[in-house]
């Protein structure tokens, strides 16, 4: 392999990187911007984010979103968890293909057709939409996610483990409950963030199933920008942006001493 | 105190009329939709039997093993344990514990969790558990490694985790699904020992599943051959090499060569057999051959004996020349095609470091044996 930086390579990395870097990496430098107009740089200055954190209407909608995500991430999780145990265990029962077709299906959906099907349901029945309409549309899309990520850790589960926790004397309830759920348990909590994560960033089906008082903050964002942006939406961009970086950054980095020290323990092992 | 080996030899409760079965499989067959696991079989181990299931993969050893866990109930027949009919009681609720091909530690748990789980499942007081976990991490020398995870034991220490962790509530029997499978063939003969080592300290009933024959032989105080959910033999190793009862046992074990033939004369004392092609052989036992029919003669290649000039005062003698010969240190391998065109195998140790009169090949060769080297299969 040739490894060295020939002119071609650095080329191609320098423009693939700014093709996915360079909006956000404006975004960061104007959210510190003196001026009030995005487009011009009128100095350095934090005050858009103490203002920011003066704007209501924004700490408001971040409020929501944060309950939204938490409850919607949390059901979505124990229903998805529950949804991918039966498909990989039950299967022998009639309609399974089906069955699984369709907890999958909202994968590929369009949001558009799952906010407007999801807003013809609400009227329907008569529910108020609000706070409680988001939620639920918010564990309706995410949940064939959770199921997706727990059943592809199921898949590869040592069901003698199950036996074994049996064969020693443990109902099976307490069987899933020490045995089981302690072993899928970094695929469920993967499942919950990936959960938590889209429901973060669901701009479509939120505006479809939400109501007054119920504003998300990417609702919010979007409906201040068709208004102008303001610095303001830069810096609220800016940490988001940050926090997700971080949860990453933190996340594989766990995730990597984790492997390393799994590997020497293993090594350790061998040797005796 | 007595040694292993005369205890074992005063042990033969099957050939004791009197004695109560322990285990008892009762006409059970098992089928998995249209598959035919196990088929009618009826078995019967004893208390403190050491007992081994031996088969290639897919003849329903194994399928026993979890029906005596209770992991499978039997479409039909019953099993008793103890007396006691098995049907019904889920896993969780019987006296028997298994360790597992896959040893099925829990990967969340240290040495010491994973060996207390089934105490606590008993709920077996606090002191007491501790008190047992330090006894069963003494007799598989992991004193040291009580702490760690299983990820952090090599294949042998993991081993003797599962199996410390099984017979950690004393079970009534032990049920081992190919005990020593994942290991290096060294570290398995070490184990081997140890494993019946174990079994004699506890007093156990051990059921072990393999498909190392082997390992069998070594281990078990009785062998059943089991081929297609039906049990072919059940004897002691010995007698499971000496005494096949038929072509499927007598191929499975060992080595051996086989001529087909009729009896052409039958005796109190002899049985002559006329090969198919020609050969005259003389036996002592003719077992269940009526005179005329048709039969196999089996007979172990250690048993045969090769010469280079005819041998005087054998019974039995076969012409023929060396066609194949493989020298493999403590022994060698003869092929000898005879004059009708079978190929017999003999081996013959290497006793003494220079051979007089070696053969070698397209040698004539002469091959004989006595009249009680091998035996008469009607089946």
Redesign the interface.
Known sequence: MNSTWSRFNITSIVLGFAFLYLPIVLLIVFSFNESKLVTVWGGFSTKWYVSLFHNQGLMDATWVTARVGVISATVATVLGTLAAITLTRYTRFKGRVLFSGMVFAPLVMPEVITGLSLLLLFVAVGLDRGFVTVTLAHITFTMCFVAVVVQSRLVTFDRSLEEAAMDLGAPPVKTFFQITLPVILPAIISGWMLAFTLSLDDLVIASFTSGPGATTLPMKIYSQVRLGVTPEINAACTILIAVVAIGVIIASIANKRREIQRQLDEQAAQRG | MKSLGSIRRDFAPWNDPNAKPYIQFDKVTKKFADFIAVNNLSLTIFEREFFALLGASGCGKSTLLRML???EEPSAGRILLDGQDLRGI????RP???M???Y?L???MTVEKNIA??LK??GMPGPDIEKRVAEMLRLVKLEQFAKR?P????GG?RQRVALA??VA?RPKVLLLDEPLGALDKKLREETQFELMDLQQELGLTFVVVTHDQEEAMTMADRIAIMDKGEVMQVATPAEIYEAPTSRFVAHFVGNVNMFEGRVAERTASTTRITGATGAQIVVDNGGAAAAGSDIIFAIRPEKIKVSSKKPADAVNVLEGEVYDVAYLGDMTVYHIKLDDGQIVRASALNASRITEDPLTWNDRAWVSFRPDAGVVLTR
């Open positions: 866990a209770g992991f889920p896993p969780y609720k028997v514990n298994m597992f091909q896959s099925a829990f990967p969340h789980f089934g499942q008993e995870k990820h952090q034991l090599s220490q962790r099984s509530k």
